[in-house]
C-alpha cells in the first residue's frame, strides 16, 4: 500500500517495481505458498525475503530522489525502530530509505525495506498521525502481504513473474530501468488488486502497534480525513491511485471507531519531530527569502517556549540558506538558551557552522558533540565534513570508518569515504570505496570497474589480492542473481 498524494512518472514506476519485484521472485523461488501460519511456510524464508530486499533497495536508489539529510535519516531510524519493537515482526532487520518528494507517501518491500517520502512529514500535523502511517507499512512486512497475495493468484503467478523478471534482468545489465515499464504495465491490476483486503488488516495491527509504542489513537482516522481531504484537491490525478489503493468510508470509520475506545488524553508531539518538520517544511520553500519571511512571522506568533525553541530553529536554519551565518547562529543559541540538552539544536550550530566556512569552530564543535555522543550519525557525517574542509583527512577517515561500523550498507558514508581517501591520496582505497558505494546504488558494473582500478594497483599484496577478487566475484554473483530469475 501506498499513501500518496502527487508522485512523479519515476517515482511511480518505481514503487509499482518493488510490489511486482518482490511478488514475482517469491513465487519464482517456491510455486505454492504455503499458509503463513503454517510451519512449513519457512519454505520462503525471511532470510530468502532479506536478500530479495536487498536487491531491491539497490535498483531503488538508482532511480529515487533521496533526501540525503542525516539528521532526518537519524530522527526516522529510531522512530521507526522505537515502533517496530512492539510489532509482529519476526525479522526486524529495517532498511530505512528517505525520498526528496512532497508526496504524502510511504511503502514496504519484503526484507525489512520502509520508504517514506518527505511530504509524509510535511503534511502530518502531529507525530501521531505520522507514527500511524508508519506502523500500517510495519503491519504490511510482519503479516508478509505480498507472499499472501502470490498465494490466491499462483495460478497465474509464474507467468506473470517471467514478464517482469526480464524486463527487470533487462533494466540491470543495460543500466537502463525504462526497460521494466511493459512489464509493469501488463501486471499493474493484478498486483494491486488485493488492496482491500491487507489493507483493513493492515490498519487494525497498524493501530494496536501504534497505541502499544505509546502514540495518540487519533492519529490515525486524523490520517485518514487528512489524506481524503488531499485527495479531494488534487483533482484527477489522485483518482487512479484511488481506484487501486481506496481509501474507503469504511477503513476511516473503523478507525474512528478503534480511536474512540482507547481512553486517554496525554499524547502530545515529541519536541523532535517538530524540529525534524521544520527542517523538511525549509527544504520546500522556493527560495530561502521566503522561508526567512515566514519563520520571522512565526515567531512574533510565539507563546510558549517550545514555540519559541521550534521557531528560533526554524527561523535559523532558514537563515543559514539565506547565508546569514551570523543571524542564524543567534537564533540557535537563543533556542539553546531554552533547551541547552537538545542534541538536534546543538547539531545545528555544527551545521551552521560548516555551511559558513567557520572551519575551526565547526571542527571544535563537532569534536566535542562526538566525544559526549560517540558514534552519533548525523554528528559523524558533518564532523568529518568540517574535518575534511581543514584537510584533516586522516581524522576524517577514521570517524566514517567508525561509522561503518553499524552502517556498512549507507552508500553516502561510502560516498564521503571516498572523497576523503581521494584527496588524501589513498587511491586504492578510493576506488574500494566507490566501488561499494555503487554497489549499494545497483550500478553493479561501475563497481567492477573501481574493484579493477584497485587490484591493478595492488602489486603483490596477496591479502589485499584476495579481497578485491574475492569482492568482484560477489558483485558479478549479485549480477548472475538478477538474471537467473528469469
Not at 30 to 44: F, N, R, V, Y
Not at 97 to 108: E, H, I, S
Not at 383 to 402: F, G, H, S, W
Not at 430 to 452: K, M, P, V, W
Given at each position: 500500500m501506498?499513501w500518496?498524494?502527487?508522485?512523479?512518472?519515476?517515482?511511480?514506476?518505481?514503487?509499482?517495481l518493488?510490489?511486482?519485484?518482490?511478488?514475482s521472485?517469491?513465487?519464482v523461488?517456491?510455486?505454492?505458498?504455503p499458509?503463513l501460519?503454517d510451519?512449513?511456510?519457512?519454505?520462503?524464508?525471511?532470510?530468502?525475503?532479506?536478500r530479495?530486499g536487498?536487491?531491491?533497495?539497490?535498483?531503488?536508489?538508482?532511480?529515487?530522489?533521496?533526501?540525503?539529510?542525516?539528521?532526518v535519516?537519524?530522527?526516522?531510524?529510531?522512530?521507526i525502530?522505537r515502533?517496530?519493537?512492539?510489532?509482529?515482526?519476526?525479522?526486524?532487520?529495517?532498511?530505512?530509505?528517505?525520498?526528496?518528494?512532497k508526496?504524502?507517501?510511504?511503502?514496504?518491500?519484503?526484507?525489512?525495506?520502509?520508504?517514506?517520502?518527505?511530504?509524509?512529514?510535511?503534511?502530518?500535523e502531529?507525530?501521531?498521525q505520522f507514527?500511524?502511517?508508519?506502523?500500517?507499512?510495519?503491519?504490511?512486512?510482519?503479516?508478509r502481504?505480498?507472499a499472501?497475495?502470490l498465494?490466491?493468484?499462483?495460478d497465474?503467478?509464474?507467468?506473470?513473474?517471467?514478464?517482469?523478471?526480464?524486463?527487470?534482468?533487462?533494466?540491470a545489465?543495460?543500466?537502463?530501468?525504462?526497460?521494466v515499464?511493459?512489464?509493469?504495465?501488463?501486471?499493474?491490476?493484478?498486483?494491486?488488486?488485493?488492496?482491500?483486503?491487507?489493507?483493513?488488516?493492515?490498519d487494525?495491527?497498524g493501530?494496536?502497534?501504534?497505541?502499544?509504542?505509546?502514540?495518540d489513537?487519533?492519529?490515525?482516522?486524523?490520517?485518514?480525513?487528512?489524506?481524503q481531504?488531499?485527495?479531494?484537491?488534487s483533482?484527477?490525478?489522485?483518482?487512479e491511485?484511488?481506484?487501486?489503493?481506496?481509501?474507503?468510508k469504511?477503513?476511516?470509520?473503523?478507525?474512528?471507531?478503534r480511536a474512540?475506545?482507547?481512553?486517554?488524553?496525554?499524547?502530545?508531539?515529541?519536541?523532535?519531530?517538530?524540529?525534524i518538520?521544520?527542517?523538511?517544511?525549509?527544504?520546500f520553500?522556493?527560495t530561502s527569502?521566503?522561508a526567512?519571511?515566514?519563520?520571522?512571522?512565526?515567531?512574533?506568533?510565539?507563546?510558549?517556549?517550545?514555540?519559541?525553541i521550534?521557531?528560533?530553529?526554524?527561523?535559523?536554519?532558514?537563515?543559514s540558506?539565506?547565508n546569514?551565518?551570523?543571524?542564524?547562529?543567534?537564533?540557535?543559541?537563543?533556542?539553546?538558551?531554552?533547551?541547552?540538552?537538545?542534541?538536534?539544536?546543538?547539531?545545528?550550530l555544527?551545521?551552521?557552522h560548516l555551511?559558513?566556512?567557520?572551519?575551526?569552530?565547526?571542527?571544535?564543535?563537532?569534536?566535542?558533540?562526538?566525544?559526549?555522543?560517540?558514534?552519533?550519525?548525523?554528528?559523524?557525517?558533518?564532523?568529518?565534513r568540517?574535518?575534511?574542509?581543514?584537510?584533516?583527512?586522516?581524522?576524517?577517515?577514521?570517524v566514517?570508518?567508525?561509522?561503518?561500523?553499524?552502517?556498512?550498507?549507507?552508500?553516502?558514508?561510502?560516498?564521503?569515504?571516498a572523497?576523503v581517501?581521494?584527496?588524501?591520496?589513498?587511491?586504492?582505497?578510493?576506488?574500494?570505496?566507490r566501488?561499494?558505494y555503487?554497489?549499494?546504488?545497483?550500478?553493479?558494473?561501475?563497481?567492477i570497474?573501481?574493484?579493477?582500478y584497485?587490484?591493478?594497483?595492488?602489486?603483490n599484496?596477496?591479502?589485499?589480492n584476495?579481497?578485491?577478487?574475492?569482492?568482484?566475484?560477489?558483485?558479478?554473483a549479485?549480477?548472475?542473481?538478477?538474471?537467473d530469475f528469469?
Amino acid at each position: 500500500m501506498t499513501w500518496n498524494k502527487t508522485l512523479s512518472s519515476t517515482l511511480k514506476r518505481s514503487l509499482l517495481l518493488m510490489t511486482l519485484m518482490t511478488s514475482s521472485l517469491q513465487v519464482v523461488s517456491e510455486e505454492s505458498l504455503p499458509e503463513l501460519g503454517d510451519t512449513s511456510s519457512s519454505a520462503i524464508s525471511l532470510d530468502s525475503e532479506y536478500r530479495l530486499g536487498r536487491l531491491y533497495m539497490a535498483q531503488l536508489r538508482r532511480s529515487l530522489p533521496d533526501l540525503q539529510d542525516p539528521i532526518v535519516q537519524d530522527y526516522t531510524e529510531h522512530l521507526i525502530y522505537r515502533v517496530g519493537e512492539y510489532s509482529q515482526l519476526q525479522d526486524r532487520r529495517l532498511n530505512i530509505v528517505l525520498a526528496r518528494d512532497k508526496g504524502v507517501n510511504a511503502f514496504a518491500a519484503p526484507g525489512g525495506i520502509i520508504g517514506v517520502f518527505a511530504g509524509l512529514i510535511y503534511h502530518s500535523e502531529t507525530e501521531g498521525q505520522f507514527v500511524s502511517v508508519l506502523a500500517h507499512e510495519l503491519a504490511h512486512l510482519s503479516q508478509r502481504h505480498f507472499a499472501r497475495n502470490l498465494q490466491r493468484q499462483q495460478d497465474r503467478s509464474i507467468s506473470n513473474a517471467l514478464i517482469l523478471l526480464a524486463s527487470i534482468a533487462v533494466a540491470a545489465s543495460s543500466n537502463n530501468p525504462e526497460a521494466v515499464v511493459a512489464g509493469q504495465q501488463i501486471l499493474t491490476q493484478q498486483a494491486l488488486s488485493y488492496s482491500r483486503t491487507n489493507e483493513l488488516e493492515a490498519d487494525r495491527i497498524g493501530f494496536l502497534t501504534m497505541i502499544s509504542a505509546g502514540f495518540d489513537p487519533e492519529g490515525q482516522p486524523q490520517m485518514f480525513e487528512k489524506l481524503q481531504a488531499l485527495s479531494r484537491l488534487s483533482g484527477a490525478n489522485e483518482l487512479e491511485f484511488l481506484r487501486s489503493h481506496p481509501l474507503t468510508k469504511r477503513r476511516i470509520s473503523e478507525s474512528r471507531i478503534r480511536a474512540q475506545e482507547i481512553k486517554g488524553s496525554n499524547y502530545k508531539n515529541s519536541l523532535e519531530f517538530e524540529l525534524i518538520k521544520q527542517r523538511i517544511n525549509i527544504g520546500f520553500f522556493k527560495t530561502s527569502r521566503q522561508a526567512v519571511t515566514q519563520l520571522k512571522q512565526e515567531q512574533r506568533r510565539a507563546k510558549t517556549e517550545r514555540q519559541k525553541i521550534i521557531s528560533a530553529y526554524g527561523l535559523g536554519l532558514a537563515l543559514s540558506r539565506d547565508n546569514k551565518y551570523s543571524e542564524a547562529l543567534d537564533e540557535i543559541r537563543q533556542a539553546l538558551k531554552l533547551d541547552p540538552e537538545n542534541l538536534i539544536l546543538q547539531t545545528a550550530l555544527l551545521e551552521i557552522h560548516l555551511n559558513a566556512g567557520n572551519g575551526l569552530e565547526a571542527v571544535g564543535v563537532g569534536k566535542s558533540l562526538l566525544e559526549m555522543n560517540p558514534s552519533n550519525y548525523p554528528i559523524s557525517m558533518l564532523y568529518a565534513r568540517a574535518l575534511m574542509n581543514q584537510k584533516q583527512y586522516d581524522e576524517a577517515e577514521e570517524v566514517l570508518k567508525t561509522l561503518l561500523l553499524k552502517r556498512k550498507e549507507d552508500p553516502q558514508i561510502w560516498y564521503w569515504l571516498a572523497e576523503v581517501q581521494g584527496l588524501a591520496r589513498k587511491i586504492i582505497g578510493l576506488h574500494q570505496s566507490r566501488a561499494e558505494y555503487f554497489y549499494l546504488t545497483g550500478n553493479y558494473d561501475r563497481s567492477i570497474e573501481h574493484l579493477r582500478y584497485a587490484l591493478e594497483l595492488a602489486g603483490n599484496n596477496f591479502q589485499l589480492n584476495e579481497v578485491l577478487q574475492t569482492k568482484i566475484e560477489n558483485v558479478f554473483a549479485t549480477k548472475e542473481e538478477l538474471k537467473d530469475f528469469t
